[in-house]
């Protein structure tokens, strides 16, 4: 995609964004079977056969859910044909993911800025990469769901959707500076924006009522130091896993600049340099099996 064009602020394009924040609300709203499952995903008391009563509902949701479940993605030995098996393999918080992540995808399915292909492999590898480092955590005794990071991980980037639809010129202009400057998209959204993408992505969350967990997420993934104590572990890892997405290239453009990884992330979780190594070689080797999972995710 060509992202030439004149740098700078132009004209109106701070009241442009203004506009999109303060009437975030008017942005649509989660569809009625997202909401369901949500709550569903998060109360205790919740069963598979409640899940599966919800999805059954959409045809073309089931097919999506079972295809994945039997997917290498999964590396299920056996074929899985029912709805509630596929709920069991894939877990409450990646069909969590799965359906959000279709929503969002139909929901801001028009003109882009951003090539849409790009952006969800970058957000997949980033969730596989979660994964990864939340069942590396769990022998450092930090109990980090693994299927809630894959969840966030899918999710961090959603206010860079909204600007890539909704100020789509302006947004073109921001990935041509962050190209020709050598920048972040995040440094070039605050300079020619004067908002970038974790602000509007908490917006986003408030009005979605997503979990807090995520909602710390998608604010703080570019600055993880900031979180609150209950979600750093959260963010830090989602933080990793986007540095780690960056640098096997999974971007939005080609030679997008990565932001730095903060300097504590390794430290707030317990781990070195040798286990960062290892855990960036675990991802890269489980590229090629994101494929079926962005496939799976993308409006077909």
């Known amino acids: 995609m060509n992202y030439a064009g004149a740098t700078g602020i132009q004209p109106g394009t701070k009241e442009r964004v203004a506009h999109i924040v303060e009437n975030v609300d008017r942005l649509p709203a989660l569809p009625a079977i997202v909401l369901q499952l949500m709550r569903v995903v998060n109360c205790s008391k919740s069963s598979v056969v409640d899940a599966a009563k919800l999805i059954a509902v959409d045809p073309v949701l089931t097919s999506k859910v079972i295809r994945l479940a039997n997917s290498s993605f999964y590396g299920i030995p056996r074929t899985v044909s029912s709805l509630p ?3 069991v ?3 409450f918080n990646t069909i969590r993911s799965l359906v959000l992540g279709l929503s ?7 003109n882009h800025s951003l090539n849409m292909d790009r952006f969800w492999k970058h957000s997949i590898i980033t969730a596989i990469a979660a994964k990864i480092i939340a069942r590396h955590l769990r022998k450092n005794v930090m109990m980090i ?3 809630s990071a894959f969840s966030a991980g899918i999710l961090h980037d959603l206010g860079k959707l909204i600007f890539s639809q909704y100020v789509t010129a302006d947004y073109i202009r921001v990935c041509g500076y962050a190209d020709r400057s050598c920048s972040s998209i995040l440094e070039a959204e605050d300079e020619l924006l004067g908002i970038n993408h974790t602000e509007v992505g908490k917006t986003l969350a408030v009005k979605w009522a997503l979990p807090p967990d995520l909602g710390s997420v998608l604010m703080y993934h570019h600055r993880p130091q900031e979180a ?10 989602i933080h990793l896993a986007d540095i780690i997405a960056h640098t096997l290239e999974c971007n939005l453009f080609d030679g997008e600049v990565c932001e730095l990884m903060d300097r504590d992330c ?3 979780l317990k781990m070195d340099k040798d286990e960062y190594d290892k ?10 099996k994101s494929q079926e999972f962005l496939s799976t995710i993308m409006i077909s």
């Open 279 to 288: 855990l960036l070689h675990n991802v890269e080797n489980s590229i090629e």
């Open 266 to 268: 390794l430290a707030e």
């Open 104 to 110: 969002v995808a139909k929901m801001f399915h028009g």
């Open 145 to 147: 769901d693994p299927e």
């Open 89 to 91: 393999i894939l877990g």
């Open 85 to 87: 098996d596929a709920i």
């Open 228 to 237: 609150a104590e209950e979600a750093s572990f959260l963010v830090n890892v």
